[in-house]
Nanobody, 123 residues
């Protein structure tokens, strides 16, 4: 069974950092494109970024470029989202998602989703 489980969310002050983790089971994480999306209350889901070790592609959303970094660890079968210089507008539920296709910017191209982890940034 394919499963993704996020962890690491919490409350942080503006300017601080958090690292979110995404534990994968049922597949090898480096064989998939792994993306992070986020959704704030009353807003549409937004793409944060994606990494694909299999073809070396990836992308970051304009609002997080230069502040957030996605990485993966094949040995641990984990993906990570390092978030620096956090802003109140980064407050959202963050989801990791997996696709055996490629790093799409469209969330409907991802077959597997975690349950989400809440990130709250106070001003």
């Amino acid at each position: 069974e394919v499963q993704l489980v996020e962890s690491g969310g919490g409350l942080v002050q503006a300017g601080g950092s958090l690292r979110l983790s995404c534990a994968a089971s049922g597949f090898t994480i480096d064989d998939y494109a792994i993306a992070w999306f986020r959704q704030a209350p009353g807003k549409e889901r937004e793409g944060v970024g994606c990494i694909s070790r299999s073809d070396g592609t990836g992308w970051y959303g304009d609002s997080v470029k230069g502040r957030f970094t996605i990485s993966s660890d094949k040995g641990e079968n984990m993906a990570y989202l390092q978030m620096n210089s956090l802003r109140p507008e980064d407050t959202a539920t963050y989801y990791c998602a997996g696709s055996d296709y490629y790093c799409s910017r469209f969330d409907d191209r991802y077959d597997y989703w975690g349950q989400g982890t809440q990130v709250t940034v106070s001003s």
